[in-house]
T-cell receptor, first 114, second 116 residues
Framework: GAVVSQHPSWVICKSGTSVKIECRSL??????MFWYRQFPKQSLMLMAT?????????EQGVEKDKFLINHASLTLSTLTVTSAHPEDSSFYIC??????????FGSGTRLTVV | GENVEQHPSTLSVQEGDSAVIKCTYS??????FPWYKQELGKGPQLIID?????GEKKDQRIAVTLNKTAKHFSLHITETQPEDSAVYFC???????????????FGQGTILTVHP
């Protein structure tokens, strides 16, 4: 139980365009969703925390106007990378806390900006 | 905020040997300590976790120990197999319980290689 489905698994986009990443909780209600970014051979760094029905909280140094997070329902949270640039290329992962299974993670999205 | 340090960064063992990865944390209010295995191109998978009211937990070949006084916790894998090869991350969080979970802070990761 407690599965988070993340899509797409990989995406390539041109510089200046926007990309949306979706995370859906399939069998539980995710009131909170954490969004991480992971560069090659590095650890997961928390970008922001979203809560259903309220504004996301961003970590220091993360541009909220560039990484738009929407958590409009208890089963869907989205991250939109706006005006993407090559330096935004990374592995993005969502995670939701659950009552019985700790934190469950999505499978990740590999974003490549060309 | 919380700071989690993880060692070693790489670990190479022979099949059948044991592997130990250690982490220290800074926030004495942290009360939930999970360990994740991450394979290339995939999200982290929980392999074992421990809460601050427990000193040790075991699940088959995997065990975790926690020393709250020293603020460190360790992952022990016995009888390692080639399929154990992956990146392992420790993490710490405060406020874990019921429906309330604080944000996770991750260690730097350990690349474990098990040679056949």
């Amino acid at each position: 139980g407690a599965v988070v489905s993340q899509h797409p698994s990989w995406v390539i986009c041109k510089s200046g365009t926007s990309v949306k990443i979706e995370c859906r909780s399939l069998d539980f209600q995710a009131t909170t969703m954490f969004w991480y970014r992971q560069f090659p051979k590095q650890s997961l760094m928390l970008m922001a925390t979203s809560n259903e029905g309220s504004k996301a909280t961003y970590e220091q140094g993360v541009e909220k106007d560039k990484f738009l997070i929407n958590h409009a329902s208890l089963t869907l949270s989205t991250l939109t990378v706006t005006s993407a640039h090559p330096e935004d290329s990374s592995f993005y992962i969502c995670s939701a806390p659950t009552v019985n299974y700790g934190y469950t993670f999505g499978s990740g999205t590999r974003l490549t900006v060309v | 905020g919380e700071n989690v340090e993880q060692h070693p960064s790489t670990l190479s063992v022979q099949e059948g040997d044991s592997a130990v990865i250690k982490c220290t944390y800074s926030d004495s209010a942290s009360n939930y300590f999970p360990w994740y295995k991450q394979e290339l191109g995939k999200g982290p998978q929980l392999i074992i976790d421990i809460r601050s009211n427990v000193g040790e937990k075991k699940d088959q070949r995997i065990a975790v120990t926690l020393n709250k006084t020293a603020k460190h916790f360790s992952l022990h894998i016995t009888e390692t197999q080639p399929e154990d090869s992956a990146v392992y991350f420790c993490a710490a969080s405060r406020g874990a319980g019921g429906t309330s979970y604080g944000k996770l802070t991750f260690g730097q990761g350990t690349i474990l290689t098990v040679h056949p």
